[in-house]
């Protein structure tokens, strides 16, 4: 009896200074948990156990807005347009490595890779005329007349940071290039516009 009624009674303290609302059943559990009656002394402070809750919930809900207020941040260095961050943080980063790749190939003017980095057929636009590249082989016949100075150069000056995307894909320059992810981390090009940077 004696036992049994200090269990009891220690356990509607315990309770009521957790704020703990369950059927007295269920509060047995926490006698499970105590080691001596010293885990409740004077030294027990139940505010510091909600302070913990209180802070995890503060921690949630700050990391989308301390991501958002980096996406912001790195809009307004470029101008105040739209980059590839709005496509999501994983298809951000492949069309950059998709850029220093094609960066890296027309610096050395490697026409087979490049050519290899094209969705066929492929829209080239150029002096007000729409033309499709049907194949590879006839866009490495053509490649001086297709990768023109123009395009080269928005190529090369464009900056990861700055790379513009939308639904549509990854445009380089103003929009001289124009690449899309055909498959998860398969970036492609799928228009290139010689006329694009014309005054």
Known sequence: MGSSSWSKGRLYLIRKRLD????????????????SRQRFS?????PRLRLVPALLLVMVCAAPLQFEGQAGAGTQ???????VDALGEKPAASARAFLAQLQAAVQSNNKEE???MISY??????????????????????????FTDPVRDAILHQTAQCLF???????????EVWFREEAPDQWKIITINESASAP
């Open 114 to 116: 490049i050519a290899g």
């Open 165 to 175: 995307g939308n639904s549509t894909g990854a445009m380089i320059g103003n929009g």
């Open 77 to 83: 260095a470029c101008g105040g347009n739209s980059t």
């Open 42 to 46: 004077s030294r027990f402070h139940p």
């Open 121 to 146: 057929p492929v829209l080239v636009l150029s002096s007000g005329k729409r033309t499709h590249i049907q194949k590879k082989q006839a866009f490495l016949a053509d490649y001086g007349l297709i």
């Open 20 to 35: 703990i609302r369950l059927p007295f059943p269920y509060a047995r559990v926490l006698e499970c948990c105590l080691t």
